[in-house]
């Protein structure tokens, strides 16, 4: 038997791969809110971060520099399994492409998009809780403190 926070962590990791890399990230910048679709990847090591690739002259690189606190979303997966957090951070990241390429190596229609990334910014989106939503279950709150 499973331990809950065993459990918890097997429930998680079961709606990241639902979410296919996928995720609606939402800024907001003196009081006016913006929304895009974006792809990620994530760090076995570091659960509760998801990387996001974006070219330097995007607008939500400069919505990030005025405001860190954001907002996502994965799009459904099987029986609507979706993930979402109020209590993210978003931050232009020191790493470089070599050090994240992996998390992105099985993802081929994210290449397509992305052909040079080693040119692009890198984005650290961090969480402290996360609620995984579903269609057929009920919701669940993972703490990541």
């Known amino acids: 038997m499973y331990s809950k926070e065993v459990k918890d962590m097997a429930d998680y990791q079961e709606y990241v791969a639902e979410a296919k890399q996928l995720l609606a990230l939402a800024t907001s910048v003196d009081g006016q809110p913006s929304i895009r679709v ?68 099985d993802n081929p229609g994210w290449h397509a998009g992305h052909p040079e990334p080693e040119t692009e910014t890198i984005i650290e989106l961090t969480f402290e809780s996360v609620l995984l939503d579903s269609f057929v279950e009920a919701p669940e709150s993972i703490s990541f403190n």
């Open 38 to 105: 974006v792809g990620f990847g994530q760090d076995a090591k570091q659960p509760n971060r998801f990387y996001i690739v974006s070219k330097p002259t995007a607008t939500k690189i400069e919505e990030l520099k005025q405001n860190e606190q954001v907002a996502f979303t994965t799009l459904p997966g099987a029986g609507g399994k979706r993930m979402s957090s109020n209590q993210a951070v978003a931050k232009i990241s020191d790493k470089q492409w070599s050090d994240i390429e992996p998390l992105f190596a």
